[in-house]
T-cell receptor, first 117, second 115 residues
Framework: AQTVTQSQPEMSVQEAETVTLSCTYD???????LFWYKQPPSRQMILVIR??????QNATENRFSVNFQKAAKSFSLKISDSQLGDTAMYFC??????????????FGKGTLLTVNP | DAGVIQSPRHEVTEMGQEVTLRCKPI?????LFWYRQTMMRGLELLIY????????DSGMPEDRFSAKMPNASFSTLKIQPSEPRDSAVYFC?????????????FGPGTRLTVL
């Protein structure tokens, strides 16, 4: 079974500053994907960013970027120019191929990020 | 384009009652997933379907839980009889069949409270 660990239950950052959320995972598979999802108070799960394990280049989506260290099995999320709307629970997830060519997601416990004005 | 639709958004019921949660995946998506979120256990995959066929139900907690997908645009998750420990937020997610098969898009969730 795979595991995903988010070691920071809570974090806070000042508006406009940069914050990094940590995630480590454990898998023996070579074909997998990694994700960060955001869950604001509305509880909607929103995809923030995804990374294919076979790609060396770190994924970037506007203010969000990842630091993917495959050998260390680390997948951190950096949020630049933090905004009040970034306040949410952030979940790291790994996806392994299951039956039917689908990917089964395993989620970490989440990090509650608060952006302060 | 409409996202994943779930109903009801909130459900309050009494122990022993049957509960049915509903999900409409994004049009064109052929994979559908049911998750449960609790404070204690986080987000757990319960079951998923590919082309309306259940592929993996190893996460279904017990026989009181059942899920069906009678067609490509509708799925149900049923709990019978319900118990207080079933109280949780239940999410449905769907994924795109080609290229982005790895990315799942979530519905807004159903908050279930069993008294």
């Amino acid at each position: 079974a795979q595991t995903v660990t988010q070691s920071q239950p809570e974090m806070s950052v000042q508006e406009a500053e940069t914050v990094t959320l940590s995630c480590t995972y454990d898998t023996s598979e070579s074909n997998y994907y990694l994700f960060w999802y955001k869950q604001p108070p509305s509880r909607q799960m929103i995809l923030v960013i995804r990374q294919e394990a076979y790609k060396q280049q770190n994924a970037t989506e506007n203010r969000f970027s990842v630091n993917f260290q495959k050998a260390a099995k680390s997948f951190s999320l950096k949020i630049s120019d933090s905004q009040l709307g970034d306040t949410a629970m952030y979940f790291c997830a790994s996806g392994l191929r299951g039956g039917g060519s689908n990917y089964k997601l395993t989620f970490g416990k989440g990090t509650l990020l608060t952006v302060n004005p | 384009d409409a996202g994943v639709i779930q109903s009801p958004r909130h459900e309050v019921t009494e122990m022993g009652q049957e509960v049915t949660l509903r999900c409409k995946p994004i049009s064109g998506h052929n994979s559908l997933f049911w998750y449960r979120q609790t404070m204690m256990r986080g987000l757990e995959l319960l079951i998923y379907f590919n082309n309306n066929v259940p592929i993996d139900d190893s996460g279904m907690p017990e026989d009181r839980f059942s899920a069906k997908m009678p067609n490509a645009s509708f799925s149900t998750l049923k709990i019978q009889p319900s118990e207080p420990r079933d109280s949780a937020v239940y999410f449905c997610a769907s994924s795109f069949p080609r290229g982005g098969r790895d990315t799942q898009y979530f519905g807004p969730g159903t908050r279930l409270t069993v008294l």
